[in-house]
């Protein structure tokens, strides 16, 4: 017996052999497979990527902090350096600048011993004056001169004590400038 076929059966019919040929490379098809296989072997590729680029990211960090350590140990060392040798030259100035004052009481006990000497010795009123006033006078004289003179010894000590210091500020300066410009 022929079926005869309606428009609507003839739908029917030519859909059937579409709807079986998407059954047959469904999933399980070997052009699925390949796609699956595909796309993890991009996905793996993508994390080993990724995973090269954060180790190189981290080789790159771990050896700009090594040097910086290493720049950071130099510095420390070069500045321990200067603060010894500043220290060396106030242990010094302080030691030049006892002696001056040393040598200032010495001299002002010797010249009060003379001068008590020469008022024990003198004839009258007048005489005993002129001899107190000259020596206030010489005595006002050698104590500027000697506060002069001290005042220039600790100049000079402390100008000569901070330069090791300043030369150390400068090249900290210098280096942190370099480091922040690379």
Do not use: W
Not at 27 to 44: D, F, T, W
Not at 147 to 169: D, F, G, H, M
């Amino acid at each position: 017996m022929a079926v005869k076929k309606t428009p609507k059966s003839a739908a029917r019919t030519a859909a059937k052999p579409r709807a079986a040929a998407r059954k047959t490379a469904a999933p399980n098809g070997p052009a699925a497979s390949e796609v699956k296989s595909g796309a993890k072997s991009e996905a793996k590729a993508q994390v080993d990527r990724a995973l090269s680029l954060a180790k190189r990211n981290v080789e790159q960090t771990s050896a700009a902090a090594f040097n910086g350590y290493d720049e950071l140990a130099v510095l420390g060392r070069g500045n321990f350096d200067a603060f010894v040798q500043s220290n060396s030259v106030v242990a010094r100035g302080f030691e030049a600048i006892g002696m001056e004052v040393l040598a200032c009481a010495q001299r002002s006990v010797e010249e009060n011993m003379a001068q008590a000497r020469a008022l024990i010795g003198a004839k009258d009123l007048q005489e005993f004056v002129d001899l107190q006033n000259d020596f206030a006078k010489r005595r006002l004289e050698r104590v500027l001169a000697e506060t002069a003179k001290l005042t220039e010894l600790s100049t000079k000590v402390a100008n000569e004590a901070i330069e090791p210091l300043q030369k150390r500020v400068d090249a900290t300066v210098d280096t942190v400038l370099k480091s922040q410009a690379a």
